[in-house]
């Protein structure tokens, strides 16, 4: 069971979510995923504030996550959800070190 996404199926790896709008913010565009991000986002009215969520070394990416987090899901459940909905597969340290799963069930490959 996912906790960050309520709508997540794992059976299918998609998400069943709301739409209610949609909108383009260049510069956060500008960031990659990791399954393990440094950046975390929220918003405050029509505008997203992007913070650190850890320390973030000189020289390391700045990262935000499309979904789904390593702590949540299964390195295959998220690669499997990120090659469907934004058509790569994640090379991110989490994904290569498969730092395993804190919350919820945990999958094995
Ligand atoms: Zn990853």
Same mark, same amino acid.
């Given at each position: 069971?996912?906790?960050?996404?309520?709508?997540?199926?794992?059976?299918?790896?998609?998400?069943?979510?709301?739409?209610?709008?949609?909108?383009?913010?260049?510069?956060?565009?500008?960031?990659?995923?990791?399954?393990?991000?440094?950046?975390?986002?929220? /918003?405050?009215?029509?505008?997203?504030?992007? #913070? @650190?969520?850890?320390?973030?070394?000189? =020289? %390391?990416?700045?990262? $935000?996550?499309?979904?789904?987090?390593?702590?949540?899901?299964?390195?295959?459940?998220?690669?499997?959800?990120?090659?469907?909905?934004?058509? /790569?597969?994640?090379?991110?340290?989490?994904? #290569? @070190?498969?730092?395993?799963?804190?919350? =919820? %069930?945990?999958?094995? $490959?």
């Amino acid at each position: 069971m996912l906790v960050s996404d309520p709508t997540y199926d794992p059976t299918s790896g998609s998400a069943r979510g709301y739409p209610v709008g949609n909108a383009i913010f260049p510069t956060l565009a500008l960031l990659n995923h990791s399954c393990d991000n440094n950046v975390t986002k929220y /918003f405050v009215g029509s505008l997203v504030v992007a #913070v @650190a969520a850890r320390d973030i070394d000189v =020289g %390391e990416e700045v990262t $935000e996550n499309y979904f789904p987090h390593y702590a949540y899901v299964s390195r295959a459940e998220r690669r499997r959800w990120l090659q469907c909905h934004y058509n /790569f597969e994640c090379a991110c340290q989490a994904c #290569v @070190a498969d730092y395993p799963q804190i919350f =919820g %069930e945990t999958n094995k $490959e």
